[in-house]
């Protein structure tokens, strides 16, 4: 059975930072893709981030030069670290973790960003 279990979310001022954690366990071969996604109230899930197995990532233009996407293979996690947090960002933060036959998904974490 695969886990995926994200952790980190929770309340910090605008202008703050906040890290998330997402690890994968279980019989789960060949991840290729790991990242994060999110949904605000109302609003449809975007993508935020995502790195592949190479390295390679891509962001959403809302995060760019704020938001750094990290992964560590050995222990099949991915990191986001979230810098200069705005009240925008304010969402359920989901961790996917895609593999060739499957995508997996956590069950989210809240980030709430107001004073």
């Known amino acids: 059975q695969v886990q995926v279990v994200e952790s980190g979310g929770g309340l910090v001022q605008p202008g703050g930072s906040l890290r998330l954690s997402c690890a994968a366990s279980?019989?789960?071969?060949?991840?290729?893709?790991m990242g994060w996604y999110r949904q605000a109230p109302g609003k449809q899930r975007e993508l935020v981030a995502i790195?592949?197995?190479?390295?390679?990532?891509n962001y959403g233009d809302s995060v760019k030069g704020r938001f750094t996407i990290s992964r560590d293979n050995t222990k099949k996690t991915v990191y986001l670290q979230m810098n200069s947090l705005k009240p925008e960002d304010t969402a359920v933060y989901y961790c996917?973790?895609?593999?060739?036959?499957?995508?997996?998904w956590g069950q989210g974490t809240q980030v709430t960003v107001s004073s």
């Open positions: 790195i592949a197995s190479d390295g390679g990532t």
């Open positions: 996917n973790v895609r593999t060739v036959t499957y995508d997996y």
């Open positions: 279980g019989s789960i071969l060949s991840i290729y893709v």
